[in-house]
């Protein structure tokens, strides 16, 4: 085992790594993501402050549930260091439940009608959800929302005093 730093991932590698940020690591040095992963504070504490966690959008998904499984007390730092597009596009059901309220607090989630009534289901109106219903002007709607769960979502919205202030309903 060994510090988790630049110079040890040269010692670990042979080589000077072009990319810290998991995903990459995860392809191409096994063996360092899997030591990354054991202390992901001291690695994020690593990176500079343009290095990204996670660099590739189609492998999202598959990194922060490693992230999860391996330490969810870091999984807000990661998704923070992800690059900007790394963002979930597809609904949130296909996503272990878990990760949603980390992914609702970081903003790495479309804001869409069929996304924000799984979460309600899951978890409420809570204070995760609220930040990302804060950073929008409105919630996309497409044609398969059908109208009883158009009312069921402005129902759940509204009634959430709470986590919703009057002024971002």
Request: no cysteine.
């Given at each position: 085992t060994y510090?988790?730093?630049r110079s040890s991932f040269v010692k670990a590698t042979g080589v000077a790594i072009?990319?810290?940020a998991l995903d990459d690591l995860d392809v191409s040095y096994p063996?360092?993501?899997d030591r990354v992963l054991r202390d992901l504070p001291e690695y994020l504490d690593v990176l500079n402050v343009d290095e990204v966690s996670i660099?590739?959008?189609a492998e999202f998904v598959q990194t922060i549930g490693k992230v999860l499984e391996a330490d969810s007390s870091s999984?807000?730092?990661v998704l923070q260091r992800a690059a900007p597009d790394c963002v979930i596009t597809s609904g949130l059901s296909g996503l272990d439940p878990r990760l949603w309220p980390s992914l609702a607090r970081t903003g790495r989630f479309t804001i869409n009608a069929s996304n924000v009534l799984a979460y309600i289901d899951r978890y409420g109106v809570d204070d995760n959800i609220a930040v990302s219903l804060a950073s929008v002007q409105s919630?996309?709607?497409?044609?398969t929302t059908s109208e009883a769960d158009k009312q069921r979502l402005a129902i759940a919205i509204l009634s959430a005093?709470?986590?919703?202030p009057s002024s971002q309903v």
């Open positions: 510090d988790i730093s072009p990319s810290l063996r360092v993501f660099r590739l959008p999984l807000d730092r919630i996309a709607i497409d044609a005093s709470t986590s919703l």
